[in-house]
């Protein structure tokens, strides 16, 4: 990653969630699946990401955003609120960058970035599925994440249409 890019958990600001909508407008216009049918509406993508920010004041996630200055060019969601027999676990989501900026290392510098704090919080073991059209495999698979399978037809893509999923688990060891 280009050393003027920074990543850092991000906080409820008006201008965050705006920032987060754009992004996430902007993934579902270009065919990412990340849960929204296009055309996103800025209203519910702002609902969703205030929602998914109250989550982090309540600590149950952790949202990253990957700043080139001031601007939001990515983001990736740490959950880490498991059911009581899974406090090892967290589970990775949202995991965007901007269309602009794909192909630089962010998307890898958000995921090392949500390792290490899994790895703060204990969680030993991360889970995650991503769209078996045209998603992030690839980056996954060269993170060391293991594939587990495919749902097929698991959901519509965001202009119609079903697509896979592929589930992905990752084991992590803490350094030392």
């Known amino acids: 990653m280009n050393p003027g890019y920074h990543i850092a958990p991000l906080v409820y600001e008006p ?3 705006n920032a987060l909508a754009g992004l996430l407008i902007e993934t579902v216009a270009h065919g990412g699946s990340v849960s929204f049918m296009h055309p996103l509406q ?4 702002q609902a969703f ?9 309540a ?3 952790v949202v990253l955003g990957a700043f080139d200055g001031a601007q939001l060019i990515g983001t990736v969601t740490l959950i880490l609120n498991s059911p009581p027999n899974q406090p090892h676990r967290a589970e990775v989501a949202k995991m965007m960058v901007r269309v602009a900026y794909r192909g630089q290392g962010i998307g890898r510098a958000l995921m090392n970035a949500a390792e290490a704090i899994a790895l703060q919080k204990n969680r030993t073991l991360i889970t995650l599925d991503t ?3 045209e998603g992030a495999a690839g980056l996954y698979e060269a993170l060391g994440f293991q594939k587990v399978g495919v749902i097929p ?3 519509l893509k965001p202009h119609g249409g079903l697509s896979g999923t592929i589930i992905y688990y990752k084991q992590l060891v803490h350094a030392g």
């Open 131 to 133: 769209a078996e059209d």
């Open 49 to 57: 990401w205030r929602s998914s920010i109250n989550a982090v004041i």
């Open 153 to 155: 037809d698991f959901a």
């Open 42 to 45: 800025e209203n519910v993508a």
């Open 15 to 17: 201008e965050i969630i």
């Open 59 to 61: 600590g149950e996630r």
